[in-house]
């Protein structure tokens, strides 16, 4: 069930609520950044047992909290969460206390080292540090009735931390002042601070919602009975074998034969009537109708919890050999599990935003937070305050899952070489499909020609002074681009900024048609290249037809040599926008 769930890697994707070009482009790196943010954490590691917990147990959890200058994603376990079964009643606990047993070298670390803060995030007093280090040392390690363990034959230097939190009840920094976020040890505090966000800094994870209380169910809860039946069997079945498998051997009584005679203490011995002559039999250990219903308890399992033999057992039916049926019968399969699947997709926007909330503090706090993501090709380093910094309210979020090709390579390799085949793919979105590491780099030269241009468009659409009369907003096609596509996504963003501005009201205010209009002006230039080169193009067949039927060689340019890019005046002067798109002028 663990690989069924995690087999697709859900992605979040923000999106811009209205905004300019900034916002826009700060959301396209806030994806990015992302992105970076869960390889830095581990997350997809950490999602995996969550579900692994929740498929087994009913129940995930995921503890997202800051570790000085980083962000710290954790798995609690069950027995780690406590929530008042009165107070979690009806699924909506106000407070959550976290027990646990924690290295007092990472404690000492995280609330009295270089980079510790206290509540207010200033530098921790001397006083103060030297207070939660000698308390820390002098901190036990504590049982479930929180006495003392004295273990002198522990290795491990750790002690229990306990950490209450409970939420408001008006939540943000105007509201309610109950709440509280407090980590203290047996016998000293080392943080207290008032808590003013309207959930906890955990997300939980459930494969069945039960019918009352914070806990779910699992497939331990639903196979208990199955699995109790399997052990008894089991355990019959061995005692049977272990008495009546081996030789029986029956021997008359007064023989003088001793039992070591026959085995040497091994299988079993019965005396019976005397002048009968020694007879080994071998009868059956148990009737047959208990093998079968012994081996109808684990299909009955799966069936009952939804898995089905096929999946457990790592089969295929006879004859399903193609990726795309096989693909098929997986999506059929999953039917008993799509509610678990859309939960562990939507609760990667619950994760996303409780690091982005600690990724602000660190920020608030150190003065700036840095990510590493990867390209196609390169990597590149996101700052948050520089690159991204947008508020919560100016996007909306959804959990897009990526993989929606095969999921084995050889699959997805056949699935896009057939839209390859089939035109739908060129050779550059076949290497971009594949996702294989080694293509990278040449899938990123051959797309470069159509990148150029997606780079020119959105810096005539971002820039903040696209009609500055030193023409730093506009920048020109040239020859050695793909100008058809230049043409084809100019002309695309064109009629996209046109209805959101007039949908927005703003479509006579003077970016826009600043934008408008360089966007026209671009469309032009690209054209013009195109033409000229469909008629040299055309020229040049001409010429190789008729000097084929001359019989005469054809003339070919010179090796190496390199036409020069058109000026503006050579392609032309800015005409007047196209008549069916022109911009409006202010009024």
């Known amino acids: 069930l663990t690989a069924k769930v995690i087999k697709n890697r859900p992605e979040t994707m923000y999106l811009p609520v209205g905004g300019d070009a900034k916002l826009r482009s700060r959301i396209r790196l806030l994806n990015r950044f992302t992105t970076g943010l869960h390889l830095h954490v581990n997350y997809q590691s950490r999602r995996k047992r969550r579900v692994r917990d929740a498929a087994l147990m009913g129940t995930g959890l995921l503890m997202h909290s800051r570790d000085g200058r980083r962000v710290l994603t954790e798995n609690m376990q069950l027995w780690q969460v406590n929530v008042d079964p009165v107070d979690a009643r009806d699924n909506d606990p106000r407070a959550v206390y976290i027990i646990r047993s924690l290295d007092k070298g990472v404690l000492k670390q995280r609330y009295a080292g270089k980079d510790a803060r206290d509540e207010a995030g200033q530098p921790i007093t001397p006083e103060r540090r030297e207070r939660i280090l000698d308390s820390i040392e002098a901190a036990p390690l504590l049982n479930e009735a929180f006495q003392p363990i004295a273990d002198v034959y522990s290795m491990s230097n750790r002690c229990t931390v306990i950490q209450g939190i409970h939420l408001p009840s008006e939540a943000g920094s105007g509201g309610s002042r109950d709440g509280r976020d407090t980590v203290c040890l047996l016998d000293d505090t080392l943080w207290d601070k008032r808590w003013t966000r309207p959930e906890f800094p955990i997300t939980a994870l459930f494969k069945d919602d039960g019918i009352s209380g914070w806990w779910g169910m699992g497939l331990g809860d639903e196979l208990s009975g199955f699995q109790e039946r399997i052990a008894m069997m089991d355990e019959r079945l061995e005692y049977a074998h272990r008495v009546v498998g081996g030789q029986i051997w029956m021997k008359p009584e007064g023989s003088q034969i001793y039992d070591t005679d026959f085995n040497d203490a091994i299988g079993v011995v019965v005396s019976h009537t005397p002048g009968m002559p020694p007879v080994a039999t071998n009868p059956q250990p148990v009737h047959e109708q208990t093998y079968e219903y012994f081996k109808g308890l684990i ?47 939507e609760i990667v926007n619950e994760d996303t935003r409780h690091q982005l909330h600690i990724v602000r503090e660190i920020a608030e706090i150190y003065g700036d937070f840095t990510v590493l993501s990867a390209g196609r090709g390169t990597g590149e380093k996101i700052y948050w305050m520089r690159d991204v910094n947008v508020p919560e309210d100016s996007y909306v979020v959804q959990a897009w899952a990526v993989s929606l090709m ?64 030193d023409g730093a907003g506009f920048l020109p096609p040239t020859e050695h681009q793909d100008c058809d596509y230049a043409l084809s996504r100019a002309q695309s963003f064109y009629n996209k900024l046109q209805t959101d501005a007039i949908e927005r009201g703003t479509i006579r205010d003077t970016d ?25 193009a055309a020229a040049m067949q001409a010429q190789a037809m008729q000097a084929v039927q001359q019989g005469t060689a054809v003339p070919t340019p010179p090796a190496g040599a390199v036409q020069a890019p058109l000026t503006q005046q050579q392609a032309g002067p800015a005409a007047a926008p196209l008549a069916p798109a022109a911009p409006l002028s202010p009024a």
Do not use: W
Request: glycine share 6%.
């Open 299 to 345: 299909p009955d399992a799966y069936g009952f919890s939804g898995v089905s033999t096929m999946s457990a057992q790592s089969q295929k039916p006879a004859g399903v050999t193609a990726a795309l049926a096989l693909q098929t019968l997986d999506d059929l399969e999953t039917d008993r599990f799509i509610g678990f699947e859309m939960d562990d997709e």
């Open 406 to 469: 095969p999921k084995t390579p050889a699959a997805k390799m056949q699935r896009v070489l057939e839209y390859g085949a089939n035109g739908y793919f060129n050779k550059a979105q076949v290497l971009k499909y594949t996702g294989l590491p080694d293509t990278t780099e040449e899938e990123a030269l051959m797309l470069s020609a159509q990148d150029v241009c997606d780079a020119q468009i959105g810096h005539m659409l971002e820039c903040e002074c696209p009609g500055a009369k």
């Open 512 to 536: 826009v048609i600043a934008r408008l209009t360089n966007l026209d002006k671009y469309m032009q230039i690209a054209k013009f290249i195109s033409d000229k080169a469909k008629a040299e």
